[in-house]
């Protein structure tokens, strides 16, 4: 099977994020970048599962050159080739998902895998726009019954299951009262969560082959997407500063100070 997968480039969580003086942005100079969480996890759940039905897994990501270091580290962990869609203005979901739709078409994938958000806007749309434009069917917050202490997850099996006749993908996904299990046709879109898989490291030997896998450069108006944002962001700005807490010499001052101050008793 072919899988694609995504691979946005988003700030180091470990960072410090500020906000510029103007509200316009957040400060850049001195961050560090990575692989979105959920993206990775995405790389990894494609990769277990063509390492048992075979195929091919190809990453994709939107963004200036910088954005090469992300798709570089998914072929270190063993992806097979990259699409790097090359655009540097700014971009809102419904943007994303059209630029995905299309790689989509010229790629023609079995499944596509996508972070269920990103860790630094936080839409959870990309995926659900994507399914949409497609016309296939989705299973997001993909997630799996198997702890990641299982023997299931040290023998890195996929938790994304094939049906026998290969035709369709059964997806675990968290619901609000536990799990819920989903059968979607292949082609679909799948989307990511947190507890789907531990995703493995990058290999010296992966990194060494990662430096001579291709990546195909494409552009949104080589794939005739009209990328101008339907959503702008008006301004940023930081949340208010928490107050320090205290320590109190007893409970009984402890339930005056919620009673009387916070007035949450």
């Given at each position: 099977m072919k899988i694609l997968v995504t691979a946005k480039r988003v700030e180091d969580p470990e960072s410090k994020i500020k906000v510029k003086p103007d509200g316009?942005?957040?400060?850049q100079e001195g961050l560090k970048y990575k692989i979105n969480p959920f993206d990775e996890i995405g790389v990894e759940e494609g990769l277990r599962l063509v390492a048992k039905h075979?195929?091919?897994?190809?990453?994709?990501?939107?963004?200036?050159?910088?954005?090469?270091?992300?798709?570089?580290h998914a072929l270190a962990m063993g992806a097979h080739r990259a699409v790097w869609v090359n655009h540097t203005g700014p971009l809102d979901q419904l943007g994303i998902a059209g630029l995905l739709q299309k790689v989509t078409e010229k790629e023609k994938p079995d499944l596509v895998i996508l972070g269920k958000q990103s860790i630094d806007d936080d839409q959870n749309q990309v995926g659900?726009?994507?399914?949409?434009?497609?016309?296939?069917g989705q299973a997001t917050f993909a997630s799996k019954v198997?702890?990641?202490?299982?023997?299931?997850?040290?023998?890195k099996e996929p938790a994304v299951k094939l049906t026998a006749?290969?035709?369709?993908v059964q997806v675990v996904r968290e619901v609000d009262n536990g799990l819920a299990t989903l059968e979607c046709q292949l082609p679909a879109v799948v989307t990511t969560d947190l507890r789907l898989n531990q995703p493995r490291y990058a290999s010296l030997p992966g990194i060494m082959k990662a430096k001579s896998k291709p990546i195909e450069e494409l552009t949104?108006?080589?794939l005739g997407v009209d990328v101008?944002?339907?959503?702008?962001?008006?301004k940023l700005a930081s949340p208010p500063a928490r107050k320090a807490g205290i320590k109190?010499?007893?409970v009984a001052t402890l339930v005056d100070k919620l009673r009387n101050e916070a007035k949450v008793v």
């Open positions: 316009s942005g957040i400060v075979q195929g091919e897994v190809v990453v994709v990501s939107i963004g200036g050159k910088e954005v090469q270091e992300q798709l570089r659900q726009y994507l399914a949409e434009f497609l016309g296939w198997e702890s990641l202490e299982s023997a299931e997850e040290k023998n006749d290969k035709k369709a949104p108006a080589g101008a944002p339907k959503i702008q962001v008006l109190v010499p007893d």
